[in-house]
Each structure stands twice: as structure tokens, then as C-alpha cells.
């Protein structure tokens, strides 16, 4: 059980990688938050795999709560202040 | 038992594959958020369900109170999800940013 | 909020002792619940001051959680609890249809993102927000906004999903905060 563990963390960051893409090189600002989300949504379940893999699961799934308020803390705050700027996403609106 | 466990975590890897391909492919931003924000929270239901089920193997009150905290996550994000992704749908929407339709396509 | 308004919610949360009362206890539960779960410890001096600190909590916040508690405010939470296995069924049905656009080598042709406009006739916030949730955790539909009156508009990937909307998904929200006439 433990190596399937271990494989799937690896899947997991081989996953973030295409969310990584469009955390880079996304057309706009929003786009690059999605990658961000879709990022620490992954984070969350990866922090509750390695607490599996050194049997400290009792320390891990605090931090993989505390993690999920945080990303999603992030995500509103960051899409609030990019609320009222019209014109900035001109050269990106799909032609 | 741990049948059920590889089952469930392969169930959520199938989704978390789905949403990070969707992210990929799909063609403007408002259509990226279906994957991005629903994909990935069953994705998260379905491995943590198998986590929970894998810790609760031998039964005892501290690792039921474990499995609790995990369900905790799952109730979270659920309701954190729809909430995020309302709030990147109403930024696009106020910068003015036009939504794909079949005509765009060359 | 108005200045009016506020004085209004003031007056209806404070006038009648019960209704605070029932608050009080509800938070208090809730929050002592929540620190039992987190802590996991049962040693005598944690237990008081789990105690202590959500008393402590409730006392200030109790009119910020549950408002305005009904009379049928426990039939209501029922109704809520039934809806849920029912929402996360239709969660994984809609889910499978998602992932099959996704894998679809010519998915371009087949989805047509458009925007719809579904009239309701909900009032209550609540109501409102539960129905606004639960479009957006059905994949192929994304709330973009939800006024007072009960209007939505909802972003919609393809045809199919925007045309099985309003239906079930309104009638047993409105269900469950008693607003079916």
C-alpha cells in the first residue's frame, strides 16, 4: 500500500505540471489564478498522501486543513483586486 | 477493504486527470472553470473517502476522530469551491471579457 | 446593509429573548463541536477550556451565524440533510458527462458555451444561495449572478445541461425552505 502511496504522489506532481502550464503562460490574469486553484486543490490531498507515507497523519491533516482555508482565502482576495481595472485584459479577448 | 480504498483513489485520480486535461484544452476562460473548479472537488471527495476508509482499519475513537477531520476537508470544499469559482467568474465578468462561441471557432 | 436597515435587524434579533436563546445554544454547540473534532484530546483542562472559549464565542457572535431562527428552523436543517445524497448523485452523474467532453478528440464541436437567464421565484437569501451553489457544483453550469428577485444567470457549456436546469434542482430547493405554494 505503501508504494501505491507513493506512486500516486507522483501522478499527483506529474498532474501539476499541466496546471502549472497555464499558471504560466495563461492569456490572462484569471487564467493564471485558475492554474493557482487547481494547483492547491492537488496540494491538499498531496499533504494527506506523505502523512500516509511517514505514518504522521495526525500532524499532517492539520496542516492539510489550515492548507484548504489558505487556498481558498487566496483565490477570493486575489480576484477581488483584480475587480475594477476594465482595459486590462484588452489584447486578450479572444480576437 | 483495501479494495475499496484503491477504488476510491483511482475513481479521484480519473477526475483529477479530467480536470488538469480540461484546463489544457478547453478554449477561453469561462469554459476552463468547469473543469478546473468541479473536476477537481470530486476528485477530492473521492480520494479522501478512500483515505478515510484506509485509516480507519483498526477501529479505535482517535482514528475515528481523524477520519472526522478528513470529512471536515471534504465539507470545506465544498463549500469553498462554488464560492472561488463565483468569484473569478464575476472578476471576468466586470473586466468585460467576451465569452466563447461557436463562431469564434476558424 | 443601510443604516435603517441595520437597525431593523438589530431590533429583530435582540427583541425576542427565545429567538436569542435558541441562537446562543446553537452556535454553542456548533463551535464546542468543532473543537472537540480539531482537538481530539479529552484531558479535564482542555475539555474547560473548550468550554470556555466557545461560551466565550457565542456569546459575542450568536446573532451572526443564525440569525433569525424559525419556528421550523430544525425541519428546515432535516429537509437540508435529505438534499445532500440527492446532490451529490446528480453530482457524479453530471460529472461522468464532463469528463467525457473533456477526453473528446473534437470537443471543440461540441460544446457551445452560452449565457441563460432562469427566472425563480425565490426570496429567502438562503434559498437563494443554496440554489446558486448548487448550479455551480453541477458541472456544465456556473452561476455568474443571482439578484434579490430570484433572477440567475447562469453560464452554460453545452445545450443539454442548459436545458435540464430550472427543473428538479428548483422544486426541491424551494422545498426545503417552504417556498412552494
Known amino acids: 500500500m505503501n508504494t501505491f502511496f507513493l506512486y500516486t504522489s507522483l501522478y499527483l506532481c506529474f498532474l501539476m505540471l499541466f496546471s502549472l502550464y497555464r499558471a504560466m503562460f495563461g492569456p490572462t490574469v484569471l487564467d493564471r489564478l485558475i492554474g493557482v486553484n487547481a494547483i492547491g486543490s492537488k496540494t491538499v490531498i498531496l499533504l494527506l498522501l506523505i502523512g500516509f507515507i511517514y505514518e504522521r497523519v495526525d500532524m499532517f491533516i492539520d496542516i492539510a486543513l489550515a492548507y484548504a482555508f489558505l487556498n481558498f482565502i487566496t483565490v477570493v482576495a486575489a480576484s477581488r483586486y483584480f475587480h475594477k481595472r476594465k482595459g486590462l485584459y484588452e489584447e486578450s479577448t479572444l480576437k | ?106 | 446593509m443601510t443604516i435603517s436597515e441595520k437597525k431593523e435587524f438589530k431590533n429583530k434579533s435582540s427583541g425576542k429573548p427565545f429567538k436569542s436563546i435558541l441562537s446562543f445554544s446553537l452556535t454553542f454547540i456548533l463551535m464546542f463541536g468543532l473543537w472537540v473534532i480539531l482537538s481530539g484530546n479529552f484531558e479535564p483542562l482542555l475539555i474547560f477550556l473548550g468550554l470556555f472559549s466557545s461560551f466565550l464565542c457565542a456569546f459575542f457572535f450568536k446573532d451572526l451565524l443564525f440569525s433569525d431562527p424559525d419556528s421550523d428552523f430544525l425541519l428546515i436543517m432535516f429537509r437540508f440533510f435529505k438534499y445532500i445524497p440527492w446532490l451529490i448523485f446528480e453530482i457524479i452523474k453530471a460529472n461522468f458527462h464532463l469528463l467525457y467532453l473533456v477526453f473528446h478528440p473534437r470537443m471543440k464541436d461540441m460544446i457551445d458555451p452560452h449565457v441563460v437567464v432562469i427566472k425563480t421565484g425565490l426570496k429567502k437569501e438562503m434559498s437563494i444561495v443554496t440554489m446558486a451553489n448548487s448550479i455551480t457544483l453541477t458541472p456544465g453550469t456556473i452561476t455568474i449572478n443571482a439578484d434579490r428577485e430570484g433572477v440567475f444567470k447562469v453560464h452554460s457549456i453545452d445545450k443539454e445541461s442548459a436545458e435540464a436546469l430550472p427543473g428538479t434542482m428548483l422544486k426541491k430547493t424551494a422545498r426545503i425552505f417552504g417556498e412552494d405554494k
Open chain 2, 1 to 106: 477493504m483495501n479494495f475499496f480504498v484503491l477504488l476510491f483513489l483511482i475513481i479521484g485520480l480519473v477526475f483529477f486527470t479530467g480536470g488538469a486535461v480540461g484546463i489544457i484544452r478547453m478554449p477561453d476562460f469561462y469554459s476552463r472553470l468547469h473543469p478546473a473548479g468541479k473536476l477537481d472537488t470530486l476528485g477530492i471527495l473521492a480520494m479522501v473517502l478512500g483515505f478515510a476508509l484506509f485509516n480507519l482499519k483498526t477501529f479505535s475513537i482517535s482514528e475515528l476522530l481523524l477520519s472526522i477531520k478528513m470529512l471536515l476537508i471534504v465539507f470545506f470544499v465544498f463549500l469553498s469551491s462554488p464560492t472561488a469559482t463565483h468569484s473569478i467568474v464575476d472578476a471576468g465578468i466586470r473586466a468585460g471579457l467576451r465569452h466563447w462561441t461557436k463562431e469564434d471557432k476558424r
